[in-house]
């Protein structure tokens, strides 16, 4: 038995040594933050007398209002467009079979995996091209595309689960393949759909390189991590304790979205991964 | 409909039944229905445009030589060749692969430890430690950067810890040291996709049957045969998936390197989309940037089609 007691606290020991190890980076960077550059910080930067100065700073001189307005205003359309046409894509993939359904499935399931790096060169010509460099739109079609990939296999996977039968009575009923969509299977799909709208909202938001590339010329349009990455370029060196606010106002709106939605953001990320 | 004979002549009563209804509806699941197009068109429209017909572009680019600006040149597979035979190429894949040990081999095996752990008995309060796993996942690499930037700082917390432990010696400023710039960097993917991997085999070890395990401990299994009779084999799928996601992670480190040393020191942190980058927004080399882009997209879809093959999950329930 005591064997069996000390396994546990050894367990529960490791366990609590990896959760402390996951977060303490996030811990560390807050600390620092609520110092100021005259507190001389070094080593754990315990805040013994937190101040809010470098957050204030740091919101002032990097912009961050326009920052997260504009990571807001990316992520809200794409997740609301990518939203509506995954439904539309899943719906099809899931309830109906027609000709060449399999291998274009097997195309989607491409974009899953597909990398912005092979991508971005093209994207930044042909937005030159039709004037469509630094402006949001540059950011939200691409992320738009991808993330239609994910969605379609996510919401494809919700659709084959629910019982045909339901359907089949719909359309005995005479509804339509909307009717059946919207009134039966919609009320159904909310849980799938919430997950999907927070992976799909939480990737875009944190999306960098498209940003680098496609809107650094026009200040008002960069996202927050871009504004981060910028700001930390600038005054890292000066004051690193103003650069640990910004990061902080950067990561601050996932974290609580994380937090008040944490099952489902670990239900699709794990489902996503096995099925994927 | 050839073979719908075939199938009317096969089921019983009351399936006959139903699919007499479908007959009726003519529209029931399963059967070939055009109106699908409508639903797909408009999700397949946004990914072929800017996702499907950027790659092509990119490959098509790849043949160029091209500035940006001016007229490009066809040059064939000249871009390739020089990719395959430029240094700065195979250290920044060389630097790849040694990340590839780092974000997705040791988060395995951390993860696969764990596990064994946490499959000898249920652990209560597992939510609050899976939230705190998973969330170095959900941060964006520029955040990941600023925290980790701290973290390696000459007076950072690392230098102060080995400091307070008496290894002051070995402190230095991590991410600028020529030999231990690439392995900090690794350090910060382990820590980016451990969580990931623990959370994603523990919820696999619970699929496992207990009667495996019963049956394993009548046998008179110890810790170390349980392991490896049972859970290892139980999570299989698991660790082939976790194994995919952790190294196109290390493919596509960007974000992290880009914000924290910028491949520096030197050429020490190279990775092939940071030089992608630099070839195509700062050297204006658009064509040869396009190629290494079109060989990173190669090597992620070899590596994701491998792990589909070997899973043998192509074909989903």
Not at chain 1, 236 to 258: Q, S
Not at chain 2, 38 to 62: C, D, K, N, R
Not at chain 2, 102 to 111: H, K, M, S, W
Request: proline share 5%.
């Amino acid at each position: 038995m005591s064997v069996n007691r000390a396994e546990r606290a050894l367990t529960y020991g490791v366990l609590v040594m990896f959760a402390v190890g996951a977060i303490y980076p996030v811990i560390s960077i807050l600390f620092l933050a609520l110092h100021t550059k005259s507190d001389l910080v070094t080593g754990f930067a315990w805040p013994t007398d937190p101040k809010l100065d470098s957050f204030r700073a740091a919101w002032n001189e990097g912009n961050f209002a326009t920052g997260l307005r504009s990571s807001f205003i990316v992520a809200a359309t794409v997740t609301a467009v990518s939203a509506v046409l995954s439904l539309g894509t899943g719906y099809a993939f899931g309830t109906m079979r027609f000709r060449g359904d399999r291998p274009l499935f097997g195309l989607f399931l491409l974009g899953i995996i597909f990398p912005y790096e092979a991508t971005v060169i093209p994207l930044y010509y042909d937005f030159k091209n039709v004037g469509l460099l630094n402006t949001y739109w540059s950011l939200i079609l691409p992320q738009i595309g991808q993330s239609v990939a994910f969605g379609t296999f996510w919401m494809r996977a919700f659709f084959r689960s629910t019982p045909p039968a339901l359907v089949e009575a719909a359309r005995m009923d005479g509804a339509s393949s909307f009717g059946v969509l919207v009134r039966v299977l919609l009320p159904q799909a909310r849980p799938a759909l919430l997950t999907l709208c927070a992976l799909v909202f939480t990737y875009t938001w944190n999306e960098f390189l498209l940003a680098l590339v496609l809107v650094s010329g026009a200040p008002d349009k960069q996202t927050a991590p871009l504004g981060l990455s910028f700001f930390a370029g600038a005054v890292r060196a000066g004051d690193p304790t103003k650069v640990a606010a910004a990061a902080v106002l950067v990561m601050m709106p996932i974290v609580v979205v994380y937090l008040v939605l944490q099952r489902h953001f670990v239900r699709g990320m794990l489902a996503g991964a096995i099925k994927g | 409909m050839t073979e719908a004979p075939a199938q009317v002549a096969v089921p019983e009563k009351a399936e006959l039944q139903v699919e007499r209804a479908r007959r009726a509806s003519q529209r029931a699941p399963g059967e070939p229905r055009n109106v699908a197009w409508l639903y797909i068109l408009p999700g397949l429209a946004f990914y072929v445009l800017f996702t499907l017909a950027p790659l092509a572009h990119a490959v098509e680019l790849s043949f160029y030589d091209w500035d940006g600006l001016t007229v490009g040149r066809y040059v064939g597979l000249a871009n390739y060749r020089e990719a395959f035979s430029d240094p700065l190429v195979r250290d920044s894949f060389k630097h790849s692969a040694e990340l590839i040990v780092f974000y997705a081999a040791i988060p395995v095996i951390l993860g696969l430890l764990l596990t064994a752990l946490l499959t000898r008995h249920p652990v209560r309060g597992f939510t609050f430690f899976r939230t705190a796993l998973f969330l170095p996942q959900m941060l964006a690499g520029v955040v990941v950067a600023q925290a980790w930037v701290w973290i390696y700082a000459s007076n950072g917390p690392l230098n102060e810890l080995l400091r307070t432990v008496g290894l002051g010696s070995l402190a230095r400023p991590w991410l600028g040291d020529f030999s231990w710039a690439l392995p900090a960097i690794g350090g910060v993917g382990t820590w980016v996709t451990y969580g990931l991997c623990m959370v994603l085999f523990i919820a696999g070890a619970q699929n496992i049957p207990s009667s495996l395990y019963d049956a394993a401990r009548v046998d008179g299994a110890g810790a170390m045969r349980e392991f490896f009779a049972v859970t290892l084999p139980g999570l299989r799928n698991e660790i082939v998936v976790a194994f995919v996601l952790t190294t196109i992670n290390a493919l596509r480190s960007f974000d992290l390197i880009y914000n924290t040393n910028q491949g520096g020191p030197g050429t020490s942190t190279y990775v092939p989309s940071l030089y992608m980058y630099q070839n195509a927004f700062v050297y204006n080399r658009v064509g040869y940037a396009a190629a290494i882009a079109v060989i990173l997209a190669a090597a992620i879809f070899a590596l994701a089609f491998l792990v589909l093959y070997l899973s043998g999950r192509g074909e989903e329930r």
